[in-house]
């Protein structure tokens, strides 16, 4: 997490024309609340029709009142992972170092956004790690048997039930600035429940206080689970575009793609229909998997098509 600058006398009415630097802890579509270097939240708006900030973002703000303020510009940012379609982008967290990718035994979650959200967070230049919660459940092998050419790749998987035991997910999060994304319906509050029991109550505060209840679905939060450590809580997703990427950022994003890159026939191969292609070689191989082969060739397709 980026350093904030210390002040003094944040609340003081005289002051309010004052620039004064925090953390952006929610995110309510087109408000958020700062939270000020002596833990004061502040609810800000942007000024026109920015809307571009999210949770882990350090901003520099000036009061309109006591609890009230207006984003004026915000600090360069070490890391940020958003998704996109062909229309628009969903900034999802910034400066985190690690993605927890949640996936369950039940519901089945979709193999093709998993592979989504490790692209998307091997080209932002940020680890991944997927958790398997509801471990408890019978469908446990067959979930398992689907992550293994990921755990094959050298991908981190913590295996979970997190209703009656959070333990073995806190080591993955200690001195990490960690985002939550998954499908709806994957746990992830249930997670956030059992490594933060008094979270909820807070987090209502902060939804009454934002007059934004009805938005609560797209809300973002970051929370502190210790002093080195943050979680950022992002909405269910159904979907991940990455319309962001170029091919070049997709085909890197396929670690176990690179390599073979560079030894193709063309140098702009697709790795599609292209004669003497190293990656379909390595697939033919045994050395790629065809199933990730698959996810690849069906991103690159929709990139392609946009």
């Not at 092998?141 to 979970?160: H, M, P, Q, R, S």
């Amino acid at each position: 997490m980026l350093p904030l600058t210390s002040t003094n006398n944040i609340i003081s009415l005289n002051n309010k024309l004052q620039t004064l630097q925090g953390l952006v802890v929610a995110a309510y579509g087109k408000r958020y609340q700062v939270e000020l270097p002596d833990k004061k939240r502040i609810s800000c708006v942007t000024r026109g029709k920015k809307t571009d900030l999210a949770c882990g973002d350090i901003v520099n703000i000036k009061l309109t009142d006591k609890a009230e303020g207006v984003v004026e510009s915000s600090e360069p940012r070490n890391s940020l992972l958003y998704r996109s379609n062909a229309f628009k982008s969903k900034i999802l967290a910034s400066n985190v170092t690690q993605v927890v990718i949640v996936l369950a035994t039940q519901p089945s979650f979709y193999e093709a956004l998993l592979n989504r959200c490790l692209a998307a967070a091997e080209a932002a230049n940020i680890k991944p790690l997927i958790v398997l919660n509801k471990c408890d459940l019978a469908e446990t092998n067959d979930a398992k048997n689907k992550l293994k050419v990921y755990e094959d790749l050298g991908y981190e998987i913590v295996y979970l039930s997190a209703k009656t035991d959070i333990n073995p997910l806190l080591p993955y999060l200690s001195h990490q600035q960690s985002v939550l994304v998954g499908q709806s319906g994957m746990g992830k509050s249930t997670i956030i429940n059992a490594l933060l029991p008094n979270e909820s109550v807070r987090t209502q505060e902060i939804s009454n206080t934002l007059d934004s209840g009805k938005h609560t679905t797209t809300a973002t939060h970051l929370y502190y689970l210790d002093a080195d450590s943050t979680l950022i809580d992002s909405p269910g997703l159904q979907e991940f575009g990455l319309n962001h990427l170029t091919q070049e950022d997709l085909e890197l994003s396929f670690i176990e793609f690179k390599p073979y890159l560079g030894n193709c026939r063309f140098n702009d191969c697709k790795h599609q229909v292209e004669p003497d292609c190293a990656v379909k070689q390595a697939v033919n191989a045994g050395k790629i998997n065809p199933v990730r082969m698959a996810f690849y060739t069906e991103l690159s397709q929709e990139l392609l098509s946009n």
